[in-house]
């Protein structure tokens, strides 16, 4: 499993309804920052993409997926400097990847609520 619902089954005090409406708020987030990340890394935009990294960070947080949550921090604070520009891509790949399975994932959490 990438993502861990224990956080977020907390925070809603259980509530399925709270819950899949969240799940659905990141699936929706998340389709729309794959194809931010991979446009703003193409244009080298790298202030943006660390702007980015922010914004997505606190979605893959609440999702408990704390070592993505860590990378995009990592990318965030490399992109202010414009350090080690050559991770860049790293980062947005297990970014992309990550996400791509916890949407698996999370829809079929989201059907057997």
Sequence with gaps: MVTDLSYLSSMSG??????????????????????????????????????????AKSSVAIMGM???????KSLELLTKDNQETESYPGYVEKFISQSLLAIEELKEVFSSL
């Design 66 to 72: 704390s070592e993505l949550a860590a990378d995009l």
């Design 14 to 55: 259980g509530n399925p309804d709270i819950i899949k409406e969240m799940i659905t708020i990141f699936i929706e987030q998340t389709q729309e920052y794959i194809v931010d990340f991979k446009k703003l890394l193409d244009e080298k935009n790298y202030l943006l993409l660390g702007k980015l990294a922010h914004k």
